[in-house]
């Protein structure tokens, strides 16, 4: 016997919108020895922060220019490398660290941080910086710190935005002043999302064979984000679940690493399916009789010693015969 559970945003409970408690209509379930517990389907929006300084502390990135050290903090959101850069042209354009190519019509800078998908990885481009405003360059700012030395900007990663870019924190790139543009490609895996599967949890499993027991199933956000994420296995994939009388569950959405994850759009479905033997007990019986074994049917076997011939007469009809010629 199935029950069909439904939760949604009205189950959400505390600040992260990935922890969800089912309180059962009349007070309490039994699950009885033998029962089993399954996702159906699992809808929910990719709303998960890449960059969040609360919960990952990985919004800080720091750079000298012109001898002048500036800290910026990328407000928390969901940035690919080129996103990030963007933002920092922005916070770079409120300083005054830009010149403008009147050749080109486009703004300069001195610092960018690109994807190089060839590579896997993120390059980060200095350039010198000049003492002097070069031909067909405007200073829209009035306030560009010229450097006297030519000198390249130095960046550096304070928290955990190193391991997004795949950097090492705490490091200047370049490692020391120099007046010739530098250019470095990431020197560790970018991680572009700390978030690259979910493990569903819930209080209802006892999945004996794993650490921690309370895992009832996996899945990937193999969707852009802001897109919904549909997930419908193709199979009922059952788990045991815990015997006991129950008024309430409930169930966590978690990453890779059972680490806890923020959403944003708490507008969740999540379809689960419980199975419950019909007489309450274990429904798997041991056969404790051999099987019922058909009996074959015999073949009559054939003399090897059979009679050359056969009679024409018969013993009666040769005395028959003989009196009648008498």
Known sequence: MPYNLILNSNNVVGNYNTTFRYNFIQGALQIPEGSQICVSQIVMPYSFFNLNAGLYSNTN???????????????NGFYTTQDMNQVLELYMISQGLYLFDTTRSQNVYYIQIITNATYYANTIYCYPVPSSLPAGFTNPSGIFPFSALTRTPQVKFLDNLSSILGFVKGVFYPPSLQSTGYSINSTTTPNATPVNSLIVRCTLCNNRCTTPTDILDSFTPNVNFGSNITYTPSYEKWIEATPGKFTVFELTICDQNFNQIQAQDPNVLINLLIRIPA???????????????????KTPKI??????????????????????LN
């Not at 990135?61 to 407000?75: A, D, E, K, L, V």
């Not at 007489?279 to 049917?297: A, C, H, L, Q, Y």
């Not at 003399?303 to 028959?320: A, E, N």
């Open 61 to 75: 990135i720091q750079f000298t220019f012109s001898g002048t050290t500036y800290n910026f903090t990328y407000p």
């Open 279 to 297: 007489d309450g007990n274990e429904s798997k019986k041991v056969v404790t009789e051999e099987p019922e074994r058909s009996i074959p049917t």
């Open 303 to 324: 003399s090897i010693i059979q009679p050359l011939f056969q009679p024409l007469f018969s013993s009666d009809d040769l005395t028959s015969e003989f009196l009648r």
